[in-house]
C-alpha cells in the first residue's frame, strides 16, 4: 500500500515546540499529572484537535479525546500521555500524543474517510504520580473503578475525585468511560524505546511484541549490628552479605530461567542500617523488580527470587521478609496487530524489527479490551525518565508515517474481516 | 602467689555512680573528648587520684596522670580512657580507669611498695572524636609530633591546641610527653571485651594475645545508570551488583585466607545511587574494613581485596576505584606479657582463657615503647559504643582483682630479671 498521509514535519516540530513551553519553570520538562502545566498543556491540545477538524471531548476520566467520522460505538483509537514524571520526559508519551495529532490534520488534509471513527486520546496521568496510575486507560479498561478512587490524593493536597473533575472529568461517574469489548476496533500507539536496543542496532523504529510486566517488591533481611571489629565472623548476623547474595542471585536467575533473554531483574534501592563503617549490618531493605515479556518465565522468575530469598535466611539465620507490592502480568500484543505494523514498515520500506517492551504503557492497560499494536522509535543512548532524554525530529517523523500508514493498514484489515 | 590487695566493691560501685554523672543530658552516657562533661569528670578524678594518695600531674599530652612511689624515670603504667563516643560507652576505657585507680588505692591500704614508682592514667582522647585519635597514648609513644596537631580542631570549634591547653596540657610542648623506649617497664589495662566471645563460652575474663590493626577504605563502583524495565541483562553496568560481589568476596577471603580465624571483614556502609526502585544503579560506595591479628595474613587479606575489586571491574566493565583511608598494623602482645597476666589469672583460679582483641586500644598504641598486657572482662551481648552496652558489677571486680595481681606479678617479672 502506497503511503498517501502527508506528514509535515514543520507542524510536528512547532507542535513540540508549543507543547514544551507548558512546564514546570523549576524543574525540567516537568509537566506532572493534576498540575497546572498539565491543565494548560490540555486547552492547547483541545484547541489543536479542534483545529484538526476533531470533535473534542473530555470522558469522565478526564482523558481528553478528540473524535473523527461520525456516530457509532466502535471506533480506531490511537494515543498517548502528555504528562511526565519528575525532571523528565520530552518524548516519553507525547510523540504518541502529537503523533496520534499529526495524522489527524493528514486525515483532515486528504479528506480521507476511515470505515470507522477514529477518537485519538491524551490518557489522564499514565506516570506514577498518583499510585494507582496510570489512571485513564485503566478507567478505559474497566481497571480501575470508583471505589479504588477513595483516598486517593494527588501530590498537589487534593482529592484524585477534584484532579479529574478540574480536568474535566466526571469523578462520580466514571464507569461511565468504560469501554466494553470490542468498542475500540484496533488501539495504535507510537513510543520512544526508553531503552538502546534501537540505537545499538542502527535502527530508526521497531515493531513491539510484547510489554513486560513489572513486579516490584521489598526484601527486608533483619540480622543482629554488632562491633566490626570485635565480632568473629562465624558469629555474625550480617544483613548485608545476606542483601549481596540475593542482588547476585537475582541477576543469575533472571538471566537462567525460562525465556531468559526476555526476562530483566534489578535491585534499584538499597538502604542499610546503621550504615557505619565499624558496625557489621543488622537490617537492610531493599526493592526488587522483576519484568518479563514471557508470562510463565516471569512466574518461574518470582518463584525463584521468593525460594532465594528462604534459602539466604535460613543458611544464615537472618529473618526475612519478602512483600510483592505490585504485581503486573506480561501483556503479549495481538499477532495478527504485530502484522499491521509489519505492513506499515514494508510500505515504507524500513528494516523490520521486532523488540519486546520492558517499560510500560497506555497500550498495555487497555489491551484487555482491544487489540493493540505499538511503534518504538529509538531514543539517545536508552535514557528516559530524565532531562537528557532525547529523540531526533526525523526519528519522531518516521514514527509518525509508519503510526499513520498502521492506521491506513488496520482499516484495510478491518474492512477485509467485515467483508471475509 | 597469694591475693593481697583488698579490692572493695563498694567503692567501685561508688565511682561508676558518680562518674555517670557528668554525662551529657542530651545523649546516653556521653563524655566526649574535650567537652564540659570530659572536663568536669577529670576535674573529679583528679580529686580521686590525690585521696588515694597520688601525685597528680597532667602531662603536655594532657593525659591526667596519677603517681606513686617517688621519682625515676621508669615506671609501671596503668590505664585507659574515660571519654567515650556519643550515645554510648558505660565501661568502655572507663573500667581501666577505676580499676587503676582502685588499685592504687589497694596499695594505699596496704602500703605496698613495687619496685618501680607506678602510674597511672587517663588518656586524652581515646574515641575517634579527632581524626588523629588515640591522641594521649599516640603522643606518649611519640606516634602524634607537633605537626600532626596542625589543623586539627575539636567537634566543638576549638583547635586542638586550644582543647589540649584547656584538660592542662601544654600543646606546644607536646614532645614532653613522649617517654622514652625502656621508661614504661610494663603497661597493663583492663578493658571490656566489646565482643561475645567470652560471654558465649561462659567465661568472666580472659587474657588478651594481640590488638587487631583496622584497615579502612572506601570502594566506588562507578557503572551507567539505566531504565531497569528497558535495558537488557547483557547490556547492563550495575554498580549495586558489583558491589555485590564485593562483599561476598570479601566474606570468602577473611575466612579463607592465612589464618583465618584471626580475620574479620566488614561491608558496613553503602551509599546507592540513585537508589530507585525502578533504575539500574549508576553508583556505588562503600567502605571496606578488614582486620586481624596476624599481619601476614591482614597483607594477603588486603592484597586479595584490591585483586577482587580489579577482577569484578574487568568482568562488569565497570570503573571501580579502592582508596585505603586508615591502615594499622595488628599489634602482638608480648608472651612473657601474657604469662604474667596467666599466673594472675591462675593465682585468682579463674579458667585461662586466652583471646584476641579485635577493637584496638591505647595499649595497642602505647605497646610500640613497652611491653603491654591486656586483661579482658565479658560484656552483655558483646555489645558495645552504644547506650545497651553492659558488664556486672561481678565481672568489673573480679577483672579488677585481675588486674591488680597482673601488677604484682608483672612488679615480681620485673625483680626477678633485674637480680638474673
Same mark, same amino acid.
Given at each position: 500500500?502506497?503511503?498517501?498521509?502527508?506528514?509535515?514535519?514543520?507542524?510536528?516540530?512547532?507542535?513540540?515546540?508549543?507543547?514544551?513551553?507548558?512546564?514546570?519553570?523549576?524543574?525540567?520538562?516537568?509537566?506532572?499529572?493534576?498540575?497546572?502545566?498539565?491543565?494548560?498543556?490540555?486547552?492547547?491540545?483541545?484547541?489543536?484537535?479542534?483545529?484538526?477538524?476533531?470533535?473534542?471531548?473530555?470522558?469522565?476520566?478526564?482523558?481528553?479525546?478528540?473524535?473523527?467520522?461520525?456516530?457509532?460505538?466502535?471506533?480506531?483509537?490511537?494515543?498517548?500521555?502528555?504528562?511526565?514524571?519528575?525532571?523528565? #520526559?520530552?518524548?516519553? +508519551?507525547? &510523540?504518541?500524543?502529537? $503523533?496520534?495529532? *499529526?495524522? @489527524?490534520?493528514?486525515?483532515?488534509?486528504? %479528506?480521507?474517510?476511515?470505515?470507522?471513527?477514529?477518537?485519538?486520546?491524551?490518557?489522564?496521568?499514565?506516570?506514577?504520580?498518583?499510585?494507582?496510575?496510570?489512571?485513564?486507560?485503566?478507567?478505559?479498561?474497566?481497571?480501575?473503578?470508583?471505589?479504588?478512587?477513595?483516598?486517593?490524593?494527588?501530590?498537589?493536597?487534593?482529592?484524585?475525585?477534584?484532579?479529574?473533575?478540574?480536568?474535566?472529568?466526571?469523578?462520580?461517574?466514571?464507569?461511565?468511560?468504560?469501554?466494553?469489548?470490542?468498542?475500540?476496533?484496533?488501539?495504535?500507539?507510537?513510543?520512544?524505546?526508553?531503552?538502546?536496543?534501537?540505537?545499538?542496532?542502527?535502527?530508526?523504529?521497531?515493531?513491539?511484541?510484547?510489554?513486560? #510486566?513489572?513486579?516490584? +517488591?521489598? &526484601?527486608?533481611?533483619? $540480622?543482629?549490628? *554488632?562491633? @566490626?571489629?570485635?565480632?568473629?565472623?562465624? %558469629?555474625?548476623?550480617?544483613?548485608?552479605?545476606?542483601?549481596?547474595?540475593?542482588?547476585?542471585?537475582?541477576?543469575?536467575?533472571?538471566?537462567?530461567?525460562?525465556?531468559?533473554?526476555?526476562?530483566?531483574?534489578?535491585?534499584?534501592?538499597?538502604?542499610?542500617?546503621?550504615?557505619?563503617?565499624?558496625?557489621?549490618?543488622?537490617?537492610?531493605?531493599?526493592?526488587?523488580?522483576?519484568?518479563?515479556?514471557?508470562?510463565?518465565?516471569?512466574?518461574?522468575?518470582?518463584?525463584?527470587?521468593?525460594?532465594?530469598?528462604?534459602?539466604?535466611?535460613?543458611?544464615?539465620?537472618?529473618?526475612?521478609?519478602?512483600?510483592?507490592?505490585?504485581?503486573?502480568?506480561?501483556?503479549?500484543?495481538?499477532?495478527?496487530?504485530?502484522?499491521?505494523?509489519?505492513?506499515?514498515?514494508?510500505?515504507?520500506?524500513?528494516?523490520?524489527?521486532?523488540?519486546?517492551?520492558?517499560?510500560?504503557?497506555?497500550?498495555?492497560?487497555?489491551?484487555?479490551?482491544?487489540?493493540?499494536?505499538?511503534?518504538?522509535?529509538?531514543?539517545?543512548?536508552?535514557?528516559?525518565?530524565?532531562?537528557?532524554?532525547?529523540?531526533?525530529?526525523?526519528?519522531?517523523?518516521?514514527?509518525?508515517?509508519?503510526?499513520?500508514?498502521?492506521?491506513?493498514?488496520?482499516?484495510?484489515?478491518?474492512?477485509?474481516?467485515?467483508?471475509?
Amino acid at each position: 500500500m502506497d503511503e498517501i498521509l502527508e506528514i509535515k514535519p514543520e507542524r510536528i516540530e512547532n507542535d513540540f515546540k508549543i507543547l514544551e513551553t507548558f512546564t514546570d519553570p523549576e524543574a525540567p520538562w516537568t509537566r506532572r499529572a493534576f498540575s497546572l502545566q498539565n491543565k494548560e498543556a490540555r486547552k492547547w491540545l483541545a484547541d489543536q484537535f479542534r483545529a484538526a477538524g476533531l470533535d473534542v471531548y473530555n470522558d469522565a476520566a478526564s482523558n481528553l479525546i478528540g473524535r473523527r467520522g461520525g456516530d457509532g460505538d466502535q471506533v480506531f483509537m490511537m494515543g498517548s500521555h502528555s504528562d511526565t514524571v519528575i525532571e523528565g #520526559g520530552r518524548f516519553d +508519551g507525547i &510523540v504518541g500524543v502529537l $503523533g496520534a495529532l *499529526e495524522i @489527524a490534520r493528514c486525515l483532515q488534509d486528504s %479528506d480521507i474517510e476511515l470505515s470507522l471513527p477514529l477518537e485519538i486520546v491524551d490518557f489522564t496521568c499514565e506516570e506514577p504520580t498518583v499510585p494507582i496510575s496510570p489512571v485513564g486507560s485503566r478507567i478505559i479498561a474497566g481497571d480501575i473503578t470508583q471505589k479504588d478512587l477513595e483516598g486517593v490524593i494527588t501530590p498537589f493536597g487534593e482529592t484524585i475525585h477534584k484532579a479529574i473533575d478540574d480536568l474535566g472529568g466526571d469523578s462520580s461517574n466514571i464507569s461511565k468511560a468504560k469501554r466494553a469489548l470490542g468498542q475500540i476496533a484496533g488501539y495504535l500507539e507510537l513510543h520512544i524505546e526508553q531503552g538502546a536496543v534501537l540505537e545499538k542496532e542502527e535502527l530508526a523504529a521497531g515493531i513491539v511484541t510484547a510489554i513486560a #510486566g513489572p513486579c516490584r +517488591g521489598t &526484601v527486608q533481611f533483619i $540480622g543482629q549490628p *554488632e562491633h @566490626a571489629g570485635a565480632t568473629p565472623m562465624p %558469629d555474625r548476623k550480617d544483613a548485608l552479605v545476606a542483601a549481596a547474595e540475593l542482588v547476585i542471585a537475582i541477576e543469575k536467575i533472571v538471566t537462567t530461567t525460562g525465556m531468559s533473554e526476555e526476562n530483566v531483574g534489578t535491585v534499584g534501592w538499597m538502604n542499610v542500617s546503621p550504615n557505619m563503617i565499624n558496625v557489621v549490618p543488622g537490617q537492610v531493605d531493599m526493592s526488587v523488580e522483576v519484568r518479563s515479556t514471557d508470562l510463565e518465565s516471569l512466574v518461574l522468575v518470582r518463584k525463584s527470587l521468593e525460594e532465594e530469598v528462604e534459602k539466604i535466611s535460613e543458611k544464615r539465620k537472618i529473618e526475612s521478609k519478602l512483600t510483592w507490592d505490585h504485581l503486573e502480568d506480561p501483556v503479549p500484543l495481538p499477532l495478527f496487530m504485530q502484522d499491521v505494523v509489519k505492513s506499515a514498515f514494508t510500505d515504507l520500506s524500513i528494516p523490520i524489527k521486532y523488540l519486546p517492551s520492558r517499560a510500560s504503557h497506555d497500550a498495555a492497560r487497555i489491551a484487555p479490551i482491544t487489540p493493540a499494536g505499538m511503534v518504538f522509535i529509538r531514543c539517545l543512548e536508552g535514557k528516559s525518565h530524565c532531562p537528557e532524554e532525547w529523540t531526533s525530529m526525523d526519528d519522531i517523523v518516521l514514527g509518525i508515517r509508519l503510526l499513520g500508514q498502521s492506521l491506513l493498514r488496520l482499516n484495510e484489515n478491518f474492512l477485509k474481516n467485515k467483508k471475509g
